[in-house]
């Protein structure tokens, strides 16, 4: 298990930023035919993990493309992501932990704001 640490709240400023989602979503469906032709997954297990203030149904379009292009996608089954509270970090180490069992590879975290890095402990173990 990792080491519990202390992150607090992203900043009002990155809280306003996750509004942009809305944007994202519209230039992603444009984008499909380019998103369409990248590389072919391996199976590879990807955790994706939902912005702050979102929740796995923001991220259904990524998990449809990774899904299209060959990566067994998860979703967290957290809720709505508020920050890294303890339940919310614990949660992440489960399901990491479930998505190694049922593929026998360590998942790859992967978020629609980039806050994985933050994350990325609980993946490796």
Not at 40 to 51: A, E, I, M, Q, S
Not at 99 to 121: D, E, H, K, Q, Y
Request: proline share 11%; with cysteine; aromatic share 6%.
């Amino acid at each position: 298990m990792p080491t519990e640490s202390r992150v607090g709240p992203p900043s009002p400023l990155l809280t306003a930023l996750e509004v942009r989602a809305i944007a994202e979503r519209g230039a992603m469906t444009a984008s499909l035919p380019w998103l369409h032709r990248l590389p072919r997954g391996d199976g590879h297990p990807v955790l994706v993990l939902p912005g702050f203030g979102a929740s796995d149904q923001s991220t259904a379009p990524l998990r449809r493309l990774l899904r299209r292009l060959g990566y067994r996608t998860y979703s967290w089954k957290l809720g709505r992501n508020i920050g890294p509270t303890p339940e919310i970090v614990r949660g992440l180490t489960a399901a990491s932990f479930d998505c190694r069992t049922r593929s026998s590879r360590a998942a790859s975290p992967r978020t629609i704001s980039g806050v994985g890095p933050m994350l990325r402990p609980s993946f490796h173990e």
